[in-house]
């Protein structure tokens, strides 16, 4: 067999364009990398926006800490002193009343949506008096103080709080609820005898989610947003919710035997895995991930370049028309550079719109690349045709 024959053979030719198919994967990884590039870019920049609101609120509702003093005896029962132990109890009940308004923040190309929510927060305490005398110490009622957790302090932006009716002024302090700054209170005339209501109005600014901790006994929450694509997550999904174009609205109900929570826990107790495990919220989500959909897509570039190819190597067969293998890796490259094509637009116009523009110049460009080269007009039709098909 002479070396033009075997040159010219149709297994040869096969094998160089799977080499060739081989290559131009390379190209494609490349692109699929800048797109994994610019996904964490825009994942930075979000992360930039939701630190400078706030971040992920968390809402908890506000606690009754009162400290115990115990003696100190020593061998013979006579008091050398004595111990003091914070003891911290949360409400019977608490109504959460919330509502979100939306606003997207842009830096550059990218933009996230973040909110201030609202929250008309009404509750009561009331205690368990044989439960109190069983705590070790003796309970000193002139220093009990309400505290009010957040999570973040410098995202408040209002806050409100009345305590049997009458408004009380909240002060910064050195206490901690798990892991959150609190804001504090002094309950004069304190009682563990008395139901103790509240109501507190909280706003604060926050980004991607909002999250609450069934912190009473009994919890309601309704909470209200503008924002078509909830994520419901967490200990607790909602008992009813209603999503539309509008927004959704949700609400939630825990009760005292749903939760892990204690009524009552000494301060120092690290509760932080407890709440964690019982919190429940929503996320804002993004309904539309362009990086994510240009990562799908780029998945199908091995398929497009066997398929093209395929077709290609059919005209050579059947039709007669030679084409090299430099002619193969260039339509292979004009197929590679659609997907960078594709995520560069697709930021700036939307993915539908970047694809078929995309699809559209490359099917063209090829097509009339397969007329020069095959010189039949009819040819390259059939070639836009099947990529237009396959796209």
């Known amino acids: 067999m002479s070396i033009a024959r075997v040159l010219a053979s149709p297994t040869l030719k096969l094998g160089v364009i799977g080499f060739l198919v081989l290559l131009l994967l390379i190209p494609m990884a490349l692109v699929d990398g800048l797109r994994a590039e610019r996904e964490q870019r825009r994942d930075a920049v979000a992360a930039e926006i939701a630190a400078s609101v706030g971040g992920a609120q968390t809402l908890l509702a506000p606690v009754v800490r009162v400290p115990f003093v115990e003696p100190i005896r020593d061998a013979k029962g006579v008091v050398v002193g004595e111990t003091e132990s914070a003891w911290l109890f949360a409400p019977r009940r608490v109504k959460i009343a919330g509502a979100l308004a939306l606003e997207q923040r842009a830096r550059g190309i990218f933009s996230v949506p973040v909110y201030v929510a609202t929250h008309d927060i009404e509750g009561g305490f009331s205690f368990d008096e044989a439960a109190v005398r069983a705590i070790p110490g003796t309970p000193d009622l002139a220093r009990a103080e309400l505290l009010v957790p957040v999570s973040a302090a410098r ?119 407890v709440f964690s495990a019982n919190q429940f919220g929503v996320r804002l989500v993004q309904p539309i991930d362009i990086y994510f959909l240009n990562h799908r897509s780029a998945k199908y570039g091995f398929l497009f370049l066997v398929l093209t190819f395929g077709a290609f190597f059919l005209f050579e067969t059947i039709g007669r028309s ?55 007009l009819k040819r390259a039709l059939v070639i836009g045709s099947w990529l237009a098909t396959l796209y």
């Open 322 to 376: 030679r084409m090299h293998a430099i002619q193969y890796l260039l339509v292979g490259a004009a197929l590679a550079v659609f997907y960078l094509v594709l995520l560069a637009t697709s930021e700036h116009l939307g993915f539908a719109l970047s694809y078929l523009l995309a699809a559209g110049s490359m099917g063209v460009m090829i097509a009339a690349y397969a007329w020069a080269v095959m010189q039949s």
């Open 155 to 273: 995202a408040l932006r209002r806050i409100e709080l009345a305590v049997d009716g009458t408004a009380r002024e909240l002060a910064t302090g050195t206490h901690q609820l798990a892991g959150y700054g609190a804001f504090s209170t002094p309950l004069p005339g304190f009682r563990f005898d008395a139901p103790l209501p509240f109501r507190l109005t909280l706003a604060a600014s926050g980004a991607e989610a909002i999250e609450f901790v069934p912190l009473a006994g009994d919890t309601e929450v309704r909470l209200d947003a503008p924002w078509p694509h909830p994520a419901f997550h967490g200990g607790f999904l909602p008992a009813t919710r209603k999503i539309g174009d509008a927004g959704f609205a949700a609400d939630w109900q825990v009760l005292s035997f749903n939760r892990e929570i204690p009524a009552y826990w000494l301060a120092s107790s690290d509760l932080e895995r």
